[in-house]
Structure formats: C-alpha cells, structure tokens
C-alpha cells in the first residue's frame, strides 16, 4: 500500500505535468493558450512577435482583409474567413483585424 505522500504525488503528477506542458506553449502576455490552441494579439507594426507552441510569430504587413506573418521562418498570409494554413506543423488561420492590433490563431493537429 502507498504511503500517503506518495498517493498525493502520484495523484498530483499529471496535474503539474499538464501545466508545465500549458505554460510551455505561451511565452508572453499577448498569447492566451487552452490544451492546443492559442490566440495570439499582436500589435500592427514591423517589430511585433510573440513566441507560440515552440514557434516564433512576427508580424509582416496587412490590409482591411490579409495579414502576411512570418511564422517559424516562413512567410503565410492569412485572409478573413479562409480556412487555417499548415505551417511547421502547425494550423495558422486569422482571427481578426483591427487598426491597431492583428489576432491569430495558433493550433497543433
């Protein structure tokens, strides 16, 4: 039979597993994470990036409809309403445009 403390760390185990794998993925105050997915805002201007699932995010140019990010080296572009687009492993798609800020969404398949 486990000793009491052992029961509580087996019993904690997955839990702190589970956050540390949830606090990887997010590395700034502009990524809001769940399980797989994260939402990304990111300012629109040239310097704006944000580290998200293992991948750096940097924001390129945009319009009233299209936002080109370069995502993990490789530029995408993103239209409103367009299905996600596979990048590193990774499903990108657009969240959202407004004048001052882009949102994104980052999700693992």
């Known amino acids: 039979m486990l000793k009491p403390t052992r029961?509580?760390?087996a019993?904690?185990?997955p839990v702190v597993?589970?956050?540390a794998l949830f606090l990887a993925g997010c590395s700034s105050d502009n990524?809001?994470?769940?399980?797989?997915?994260?939402t990304v805002t990111i300012d629109r201007e040239v310097d704006a990036s944000a580290s998200v699932l293992g991948?750096?995010?940097?924001f390129v140019?945009?319009?009233?409809?299209?936002?080109?990010?370069?995502?993990?080296?490789?530029?995408v572009t993103l239209t409103k309403g367009q299905q996600a687009v596979q990048v590193a492993g990774l499903q990108v798609?657009?969240?959202?445009?407004?004048?001052d800020t882009?949102?994104?969404?980052?999700?693992?398949?």
């Open 17 to 19: 597993l589970g956050l």
């Open 11 to 13: 019993a904690l185990s």
């Open 102 to 109: 882009v949102s994104f969404q980052v999700s693992r398949n």
């Open 61 to 75: 140019s945009a319009d009233s409809n299209t936002v080109t990010l370069q995502v993990a080296g490789e530029k």
């Open 93 to 99: 798609s657009l969240a959202s445009i407004t004048g």
């Open 31 to 38: 990524v809001n994470c769940g399980l797989d997915q994260c």
């Open 7 to 9: 029961r509580v760390a």
């Open 55 to 58: 991948v750096e995010a940097k």
